[in-house]
């Protein structure tokens, strides 16, 4: 995007070394080493289990890692001074089951963020708020509550929601899997067009041919650990761990790939 | 013999299509039917068990005696407007004691009780001690009976000759009583409230950036106040109720000690008879607003209001078609 930064040594987003995690005795990321440059859109694959959504919720402090050290915008979070809703005010997540504030419509849930936790005013975050909306076709929504939405509407504000904050940096948990198969796509859609202006993002999928079409780089986690760390076009034609090659062939079989 | 095994096969699925056909058709009619019935039905229900009621109020073999105990007019009208010459003040006076002690009484323990569930909700480590008192307070005082922490105040605290406690005025004991009791309960209410929200909505304003206080305050409170009011309002009700249980305490001429005062006089139930109907005057009401903010709450959420009207007329277009089809074939 900013072309004065081509040639620089870039600040990465996203940098961790050796983050290891464990719920009591289970350890479910093991010395996780990951780099994401501004304006990459990277994708974490892998079965169920093997990390994905821990990995992304100790990236924006919802979760505490046993070692390691995650840096965001050369940052080092392990700082004493450093506070987990300070970070995320930087970083934005959506889940995978939208987790919308029921009691909230359409706009509120948007605004919220916004105006409590940045301070903007609500009449600033209510047009912005609206302008997003209408760019992702959810304009006529806005007084709606949740309950009465699709899933992949729900998933669309969740989107919105998540980017009305001006995140410099996006994770997305597995976002598709908890909708019907017709609506994936218009989330997909969204997601697309997102990396397409430019948005770094750190995406959990089980849609691979979304995160080939999509990613600059994906990483195969496997038992915690990133297996394999490539681009779309290798990793699919030519994985190199036996891990993804199972993976890969598994998806095959059943269909998705 | 497997074409006639087809054939037969196809009879009868053709037989049970047109048996289905009809009776959808029959059905629906029914269905129309059953949709225009339910205000016929309930009106005529409740006049059946008003006429029920009052048929043996009248033909009962004791309806009699039965009427000159409980519905005793002259004693009805005594009691509720008062006689000098018997020394009965008009009952408003009591009644106005329970009103008085409902509405002393809640509001504080409206705020007591969000203290206790605050403290037994807290994982703080510094909180261990408060926490273990608490609990301990909320099992003693919700497995007290009220009338048995009644008996115990109003005779230990006078006898106890301790400066402040043992100097209060009777309503102060009774006061005592009731908050005693209930802050236990509404306390228990709140906390299933807090608890009912689920962690996914935590999370979900953590990752707006909100902090813990903003989280309480416009994620988890509002979410946790819409579950509880309604069994929050079913306490008020309760709390209203047992303000007679104080009676038990001698000191207060409440509404109930009242009505039992007149019963010496007359040896009838007739007073217990007022004291009923004034309870329920003020309770009914009550617990029709729970009710109805349950279903505010439920139509504003889920749209409930629309939902059965669209269901019905998409059920009247399907029969509609159905019938044409019967009717064209």
Redesign the interface.
């Given at each position: 995007m900013n072309d004065d930064s081509v040639g620089e040594a870039q600040i990465p987003v996203v940098e961790t070394q050796g983050v290891t995690k464990r719920f009591a005795e289970r350890t479910v990321l093991r010395a996780v080493d990951l780099v994401v440059q501004p304006h990459e859109v990277v994708t974490l694959i892998g079965a169920s289990g093997s990390g994905k959504s821990t990995l992304l919720r100790c990236l924006?402090m919802?979760e505490t890692i046993d070692a390691g050290r995650i840096s965001l915008f050369g940052q080092d979070l392990s700082d004493e001074a450093v506070r987990?809703?300070?970070v995320?005010?930087h970083v934005?997540?959506v889940?995978q089951?939208f987790?919308?504030?029921?009691?909230k419509n359409v706009l509120n849930n948007i605004t919220?963020?916004p105006v409590?936790?940045?301070g903007v005013s609500s009449k600033d975050a209510e047009e912005r708020a609206m302008s997003l909306l209408d760019r992702f076709g959810l304009k006529e929504k806005a007084r709606e509550?949740p309950?009465?939405l699709s899933g992949g509407q729900q998933q669309r504000v969740a989107i919105v929601?998540?980017i009305a904050?001006d995140p410099e940096l996006l994770l997305l948990d597995e976002v598709t899997s908890a909708l019907d198969p017709e609506l994936v796509a218009e989330v997909l859609d969204v997601v697309r067009e997102l990396a397409h202006s430019g948005m770094t993002m750190l995406i959990a999928t089980h849609e691979m041919n979304f995160a080939r079409d999509v990613s600059s780089k994906i990483c195969f986690l496997a038992d915690g650990e990133i297996a394999e760390e490539r681009t779309p076009e290798e990793l699919f034609s030519d994985p190199r761990d036996p891990r993804t090659q199972q993976f890969l062939r598994t998806l095959t079989n059943a269909g998705r790939l | 013999m497997e074409s006639s095994g087809t054939e037969i096969i196809s009879v009868k699925v053709a037989s049970s299509e047109a048996t289905s056909r009809v009776l959808t058709k029959r059905r629906s009619a029914l269905w129309r039917a059953a949709q225009q019935a339910p205000r016929a039905l309930s009106v005529i229900s409740v006049v059946t068990i008003l006429v029920l009621v009052v048929l043996a109020f009248i033909f009962a073999p004791g309806a009699r005696a039965f009427q000159e105990t409980f519905f005793n007019l002259h004693q009805l009208r005594e009691t509720v407007f008062g006689d000098p010459s018997l020394n009965i003040p008009p009952i408003w006076g009591a009644f106005a004691k329970n009103i008085e002690l409902f509405m002393v009484a809640e509001p504080i323990i409206l705020i007591l009780a969000l203290g206790v569930a605050l403290i037994r909700n807290a994982t703080s480590p510094l909180m261990a001690g408060p926490r273990v008192l608490c609990t301990i307070y909320v099992d003693i005082a919700r497995g007290l009976p009220l009338i048995l922490v009644v008996q115990a105040v109003f005779f230990g605290f006078p006898a106890l000759a301790l400066p402040f406690v043992s100097s209060r005025t009777w309503f102060q004991y009774g006061l005592f009583c009731l908050v005693f009791c209930y802050t236990a309960y509404v306390s228990e209410v709140y906390r299933a409230g807090v608890m009912s929200v689920p962690n996914?909505?935590l999370?979900?304003?953590?990752?707006?950036?909100?902090?813990e206080g903003?989280l309480l305050r416009?994620?988890t409170v509002?979410?946790a106040v819409?579950v509880v009011v309604a069994p929050l309002i079913n306490d008020f009700v309760s709390l209203q109720k047992d303000t007679a249980i104080i009676s038990v305490g001698a000191g207060v001429i409440e509404l109930l000690r009242q009505v039992e005062i007149n019963e010496q006089i007359w040896f009838t139930d007739t007073p217990f008879v007022i004291a009923g109907i004034l309870f329920l005057i003020v309770c009914v009401p009550l617990t029709r607003l729970a009710d109805a903010l349950l279903a505010r709450d439920v139509r504003?959420?889920?749209?409930g209001g629309t939902r059965p009207t669209s269901r019905r007329r998409w059920r009247a277009r399907a029969s509609a078609e159905e019938i044409a089809q019967v009717v064209g074939a």
């Open positions: 924006n919802l987990g809703e300070l995320r005010r934005g997540i889940f089951a987790n919308l504030f029921p009691h919220l963020g409590k936790a940045l509550f309950d009465r929601r998540a904050m | 996914s909505q999370l979900a304003g953590r990752a707006i950036g909100l902090t903003q416009h994620v509002p979410q819409r504003t959420r889920l749209a």
